[in-house]
């Protein structure tokens, strides 16, 4: 059995489109970062390598590295759960917290889960809560958006 953790944030900004646990999110900012930003998928895949002691998303995929500009978190969170099976693991349970004052995310978590099932994590094993921050910190003045996530791994029965 394993347990991994994973954070991440991104900057909220003007002029680009809010991807949250694989999907388009309707609002007039969104994460800034060499992928499309997705923080939820990011802190994901965090924490599932962080169960592998395989090391974190930067290692993986390099934002030095042009292929990954703009590129889908949610294919860089299928290769991460594709070599948590490879190294002989499955997923039991993640759960992530996404810490934002706005957009309210209640209404997406469904959508969310069903995206995040495309990248071979079922919505059975998934949880995803919202939370704001109180007005606190730089969440809490909408400057931009943290997720924290914790998984765990279970060896797979041959
Ligand atoms: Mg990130």
Redo the contacts with the bound molecule.
């Keep these: 059995m394993r347990i991994g953790i994973g954070y991440?944030s991104?900057r909220l900004v003007e002029g680009r489109k809010l991807v949250l646990g694989g999907i388009e999110i309707p609002f007039f900012k969104g994460l800034l970062?060499h992928s499309d930003g997705d923080?939820l998928c990011?802190a994901i895949s965090d924490a599932l390598l962080g169960a592998l002691g395989k090391g974190d998303i930067g290692k993986h995929f390099p934002d030095t590295d042009d292929r990954w500009k703009d590129a889908s978190s949610l294919a860089m969170l299928k290769q991460i759960a594709d070599l948590v099976t490879a190294e002989g693991f499955e997923i039991t349970w993640i759960d992530s917290v996404v810490i934002t004052e706005r957009p309210k995310l209640a209404g997406h978590i469904e959508q969310m889960k069903q995206a995040i099932s495309g990248a071979g994590i079922p919505p059975g094993i998934i949880s995803i809560k919202a939370k704001t921050n109180e007005k606190m910190g730089f969440t809490g003045r909408e400057e931009g958006i943290s997720v924290q996530a914790v998984c765990l791994l279970m060896h797979r029965q041959s």
């Design positions: 991440d991104h970062g923080a990011h």
